[in-house]
């Protein structure tokens, strides 16, 4: 198993630019969930979904979007990037609950918003 | 939004010596996680407590949750430099399958 795999690793943007950060997970796990880290500021939760075709927001979901297609992929889009999303962005996955079950994270992409 | 707060924020210390962190809330969690997380790296579940007054033991690390379910710490014996990282608590809103972080605790073990 791969486990959570995230793409980019790194990325520069311009403001107003558009992208997508993608997380996959090949654990068949059903929640999974979205958090940026700024420094001094811990995890804050952007978005999360308990299964396939379900998303919810979390704490910080101004300016991202999120969507749940398949089990295994829930990317994390950009629509207009501001210097204020310049972060650390963590994409998590768990079988069930984050309570009942391990929560995994990924390795982070690193964004730059010029 | 429920808040955790952490102290302290930045610990240093030799190898072999004693630590604790905390992670303080004035709201009740329904449990609470702790992470540790190395530089470049996404956090790493260690332990989850979900009893009040519970503790739990993990070789050297000593995980406890308060009796009112509002504060937990973490205890280190015998600190080694493998220890060194960031050390985040979580806790969920009540049933909310939703975390909250605490800001973490950044250990230095030095040799």
């Known amino acids: 198993n791969a486990g959570v795999t995230q793409t980019p690793k790194f990325q520069v943007l311009k403001t107003g630019q558009s992208m997508t950060l993608q997380c996959a997970q090949d654990?068949?796990?059903?929640?999974m969930s979205w958090y940026r880290q700024d420094p001094g500021m811990g995890l804050r939760l952007i978005h999360y979904?308990?299964?396939?075709?379900?998303?919810d927001q979390g704490e910080v979901p101004n300016g991202y979007n999120v969507s749940r297609s398949t089990t295994e992929d829930f990317p994390l889009r950009l629509l207009s990037a501001a210097p204020s999303q310049t972060s650390v962005y963590f994409c998590?996955?768990?079988?069930?609950?984050?309570?009942?079950?391990?929560?995994?994270f990924g390795p982070g992409t690193r964004l730059t918003v010029l | 939004t429920q808040l955790l707060e952490q102290s302290p924020q930045f610990l240093s210390i030799q190898e072999g010596e004693n630590l604790t962190v905390y992670c303080n809330s004035s709201?009740?969690?329904?449990?609470l996680q702790w992470y540790r997380q190395e530089p470049g790296e996404g956090p790493v579940l260690l332990v989850t407590?979900?009893?009040?007054?519970e503790v739990k033991k993990l070789k050297r690390l000593t995980f406890q949750f308060g009796d009112a379910r509002k504060d937990s710490s973490l205890h280190i014996t015998a600190a080694q430099p493998g220890d060194t990282g960031l050390y985040l608590c979580?806790?969920?809103?009540?049933?909310?399958?939703?975390?909250?972080f605490g800001k973490g605790t950044k250990l230095t073990v030095n040799p």
């Open positions: 709201s009740v969690f329904s449990s």
């Open positions: 407590v979900v009893t009040g007054g």
């Open positions: 979904s308990v299964g396939a075709g379900i998303t």
């Open positions: 654990m068949n796990h059903e929640y």
């Open positions: 979580a806790g969920e809103e009540g049933g909310s399958e939703k975390l909250v």
């Open positions: 998590a996955s768990s079988r069930t609950g984050i309570l009942t079950d391990t929560q995994y």
